[in-house]
């Protein structure tokens, strides 16, 4: 079982040892968990008046993929709930995707294998007495961390800065692009993530990014990624995809983003969901140049626009950039540092707004 630390306080965070519960009750009692010993909590608060409904008590832990992985897949934990009055436990009301392998009504003891979503999962419940009086209600949830992210595209997002005519700028240890901002703005706002790369393909290890890896690869289209998509999967088990392409022999249309986007629901049907960013491309210094990126991103942003089966968020890049934030490179295509930063901005911003994702809350 793994073991965890209810604290009514600060918001709950975990590492590779440790899950950590955060609760808001108006209930008084103990609860209690293990792994290799136990570990115990208190819920603190005051009881509701005579008639009235009991008010709603909110927990939430956080759970570490290698926990889960340590655990045999499964989330095994003691729901926190104040069982002290005689004859008193615990009624499922909502269960959330996946299998509840064993239940105790009378300590909370719960074993949960998470289902389809790898985020976050939600369990109702209330605790009645012998009489079937309701006297709590709860709700907890289970934030799956760290979040899987594969960065993938092309030299932006490997982070060039400068193509001097023969080689690309800043050296491969000193590329960040936007992805050093991505990673501190999420680890400030306490979202864990992990980069991923094939191979641990990585830039950025020398100028402070923490998780250098990613999958941007100079002077490669959209063709190239399609072809290298189940390979890369199956190395890397990513949860989300950040996907920068078509500046490299820009076509007239973003019909290769769906072809993309095809072989990943592919994919997706014998494998885990996963959830696409997919940016429309950056403005260029050249007008001409600059013109068909508008053609391809009117056109990307229909195609995306029409899936509305699909995992897929729009993160509009071109419509934060201007070309003042592309650098004064002769080709005119990656952007410079504060380019990159409003990059990082827009990729934040759409992966909070997709809801993809959570974390537990004070």
Same mark, same amino acid.
């Given at each position: 079982?793994?073991?965890?630390?209810?604290?009514?306080?600060?918001?709950?965070?975990?590492?590779?040892?440790?899950?950590?519960?955060?609760?808001?009750?108006?209930?008084?009692?103990?609860?209690?968990?293990?792994?290799?010993?136990?570990?115990?909590?208190?819920?603190?608060?005051?009881?509701?008046?005579?008639?009235?409904?009991?008010?709603?008590?909110?927990?939430?832990?956080?759970?570490?993929?290698?926990?889960?992985?340590?655990?045999?897949?499964?989330?095994?934990?003691?729901?926190?709930?104040?069982?002290?009055?005689?004859?008193?436990?615990?009624?499922?009301?909502?269960?959330?995707?996946?299998?509840?392998?064993?239940?105790?009504?009378?300590?909370?003891?719960?074993?949960?294998?998470?289902?389809?979503?790898?985020?976050?999962?939600?369990?109702?419940?209330?605790?009645?007495?012998?009489?079937?009086?309701?006297?709590?209600?709860?709700?907890?949830?289970?934030?799956?961390?760290?979040?899987?992210?594969?960065?993938?595209?092309?030299?932006?997002?490997?982070?060039?800065?400068?193509?001097?005519?023969?080689?690309?700028?800043?050296?491969?240890?000193?590329?960040?692009?936007?992805?050093?901002?991505?990673?501190?703005?999420?680890?400030?706002?306490?979202?864990?993530?992990?980069?991923?790369?094939?191979?641990?393909?990585?830039?950025?290890?020398?100028?402070?990014?923490?998780?250098?890896?990613?999958?941007?690869?100079?002077?490669?289209? @959209? +063709?190239?990624?399609?072809?290298? &998509? #189940?390979?890369?999967?199956?190395?890397? !088990?990513?949860? *989300?995809? %950040?996907?920068?392409?078509?500046?490299?022999?820009?076509?007239?249309?973003?019909?290769? @983003? +769906?072809?993309?986007?095809?072989? &990943? #629901?592919?994919?997706?049907?014998?494998? !885990?969901?996963? *959830?696409? %960013?997919?940016?429309?491309?950056?403005?260029?210094?050249?007008?001409?140049?600059?013109?068909?990126?508008?053609?391809?991103?009117?056109?990307?942003?229909?195609?995306?626009?029409?899936?509305?089966?699909?995992?897929?968020?729009?993160?509009?890049?071109?419509?934060?950039?201007?070309?003042?934030?592309?650098?004064?490179?002769?080709?005119?295509?990656?952007?410079?540092?504060?380019?990159?930063?409003?990059?990082?901005?827009?990729?934040?911003?759409?992966?909070?707004?997709?809801?993809?994702?959570?974390?537990?809350?004070?």
């Amino acid at each position: 079982m793994l073991g965890f630390v209810l604290s009514t306080q600060s918001a709950c965070s975990s590492s590779d040892d440790d899950a950590s519960v955060t609760t808001e009750g108006t209930t008084e009692g103990t609860t209690e968990g293990s792994t290799e010993g136990s570990t115990e909590g208190t819920i603190e608060g005051s009881t509701t008046g005579v008639g009235e409904p009991p008010a709603l008590q909110l927990s939430c832990e956080a759970i570490s993929a290698s926990q889960l992985q340590n655990n045999g897949g499964v989330i095994s934990t003691v729901l926190p709930a104040d069982l002290s009055a005689t004859g008193s436990q615990i009624e499922i009301q909502i269960f959330p995707e996946g299998q509840l392998a064993s239940f105790d009504a009378q300590t909370g003891a719960v074993d949960y294998v998470p289902g389809g979503s790898r985020f976050s999962a939600d369990l109702a419940y209330q605790v009645v007495d012998a009489n079937n009086n309701v006297l709590s209600t709860h709700n907890h949830q289970w934030v799956i961390n760290p979040v899987r992210i594969m960065p993938l595209g092309d030299s932006i997002t490997a982070g060039v800065e400068f193509f001097d005519g023969s080689i690309d700028l800043p050296p491969q240890e000193l590329r960040v692009g936007y992805r050093k901002f991505l990673y501190d703005s999420l680890s400030e706002q306490g979202y864990p993530i992990d980069f991923m790369g094939q191979g641990g393909q990585s830039a950025g290890a020398d100028a402070g990014l923490a998780d250098p890896e990613n999958n941007g690869y100079p002077g490669v289209d @959209i +063709d190239f990624l399609i072809a290298k &998509l #189940d390979e890369q999967l199956s190395e890397d !088990n990513v949860d *989300i995809i %950040l996907l920068h392409i078509g500046t490299n022999n820009t076509p007239a249309d973003a019909a290769g @983003i +769906d072809q993309w986007l095809d072989a &990943l #629901d592919v994919w997706e049907a014998t494998n !885990n969901p996963v *959830i696409a %960013l997919v940016a429309t491309i950056v403005p260029e210094r050249d007008e001409t140049r600059n013109a068909e990126t508008n053609i391809f991103n009117n056109d990307l942003r229909q195609r995306v626009q029409a899936r509305v089966s699909d995992k897929v968020v729009l993160a509009e890049q071109n419509q934060a950039l201007t070309l003042d934030d592309i650098s004064s490179e002769a080709i005119g295509v990656h952007p410079n540092i504060e380019g990159y930063q409003k990059m990082a901005n827009v990729w934040f911003d759409a992966l909070i707004n997709s809801g993809a994702l959570e974390k537990c809350e004070p």
